[in-house]
């Protein structure tokens, strides 16, 4: 990281704050963890070193998110498709677009961040039949990931999707799990296969996943004792006017 010694200290404890908040949000409400990270990180960092940082916590938490073992199977039957998208557009992406980085990479982050909030604050319910899903999954697939490559948030358009698929709750939840995990694993590789993922950055992305799992932890504990609904309400206007101010950062 390029900042002057003397600021490592606030540096990594705004950091730690990032994470421990994205960790208490996904606890709560199932997802969030990448989005937060990356939308809060991307205000004084680059959306590479931010995206560098969210490879540990992001994996480990994910992978944690995938099981029971029982059920794995029958909910990755039905996701196969849209993952092998995710992996063509994560890795195409990179490749024709590079890694995020610069204004256009803030914007367009910015611009994921309001669409997402946007239609999570509609509560518009979609439905998927599975014969759609046959020819939408691995093209809703390959769109979330040219936004990942791009912005380094794996949510948009993939968690609309997963959801108007019809799963139980702990089967969708499961199901945000396994994408995220494809997402996080293939968006590492990209990074790593531009030269974008610098080993010294592996120490700062393990030192994150302590905040992260605390922030889960707690997150957990809180689901159990507040209202979710107004939570989310709340997590999803922030994303609208954090996106907002990024947007118009970038172009000022």
Same mark, same amino acid.
């Given at each position: 990281?390029?900042?002057?010694?003397?600021?490592?200290?606030?540096?990594?404890?705004?950091?730690?704050?990032?994470?421990?908040?994205?960790?208490?949000?996904?606890?709560?409400?199932?997802?969030?963890?990448?989005?937060? !990270?990356?939308?809060?990180?991307?205000?004084?960092?680059?959306?590479?070193?931010?995206?560098?940082?969210?490879?540990?916590?992001?994996?480990?938490?994910?992978?944690?998110?995938?099981?029971?073992?029982?059920?794995?199977?029958?909910?990755?039957?039905?996701?196969?498709?849209?993952?092998?998208?995710?992996?063509?557009?994560?890795?195409?992406?990179?490749?024709?677009?590079?890694?995020?980085?610069?204004?256009?990479?803030?914007?367009?982050?910015?611009?994921?961040?309001?669409?997402?909030?946007?239609?999570?604050?509609?509560?518009?319910?979609?439905?998927?039949?599975?014969?759609?899903?046959?020819?939408?999954?691995?093209?809703?697939?390959?769109?979330?990931?040219?936004?990942?490559?791009?912005?380094?948030?794996?949510?948009?358009?993939?968690?609309?999707?997963?959801?108007?698929?019809?799963?139980?709750?702990? !089967?969708?939840?499961?199901?945000?799990?396994?994408?995220?995990?494809?997402?996080?694993?293939?968006?590492?590789?990209?990074?790593?296969?531009?030269?974008?993922?610098?080993?010294?950055?592996?120490?700062?992305?393990?030192?994150?996943?302590?905040?992260?799992?605390?922030?889960?932890?707690?997150?957990?504990?809180?689901?159990?004792?507040? !209202?979710?609904?107004?939570?989310?309400?709340?997590?999803?206007?922030?994303?609208?006017?954090?996106?907002?101010?990024?947007?118009?950062?970038?172009?000022?």
């Amino acid at each position: 990281m390029t900042h002057p010694h003397y600021d490592m200290a606030t540096f990594w404890a705004a950091a730690t704050a990032v994470y421990l908040l994205a960790g208490v949000i996904k606890g709560v409400v199932g997802l969030g963890l990448p989005t937060v !990270s990356m939308a809060l990180l991307a205000l004084w960092m680059s959306p590479v070193q931010a995206a560098a940082l969210l490879i540990v916590p992001s994996l480990v938490t994910n992978v944690w998110q995938t099981g029971p073992r029982a059920t794995f199977m029958p909910v990755l039957r039905r996701i196969g498709g849209m993952q092998a998208g995710v992996v063509v557009g994560t890795l195409g992406g990179t490749l024709w677009l590079g890694v995020p980085e610069g204004a256009w990479a803030s914007v367009a982050l910015g611009v994921a961040l309001m669409l997402y909030a946007g239609w999570g604050l509609t509560g518009r319910k979609l439905h998927v039949s599975d014969a759609q899903a046959r020819w939408m999954g691995p093209l809703v697939g390959l769109v979330t990931g040219l936004v990942t490559a791009v912005t380094g948030v794996f949510a948009v358009p993939a968690v609309p999707y997963l959801q108007a698929l019809g799963f139980e709750r702990d !089967s969708l939840i499961q199901a945000m799990g396994i994408s995220f995990t494809t997402s996080t694993v293939v968006l590492a590789i990209g990074l790593a296969g531009s030269g974008d993922y610098p080993m010294s950055a592996l120490g700062g992305s393990i030192a994150m996943l302590v905040p992260a799992i605390g922030g889960m932890v707690l997150g957990t504990w809180l689901r159990q004792r507040l !209202s979710v609904a107004v939570f989310r309400r709340c997590f999803l206007g922030g994303l609208a006017l954090l996106g907002l101010y990024m947007v118009v950062r970038a172009l000022a």
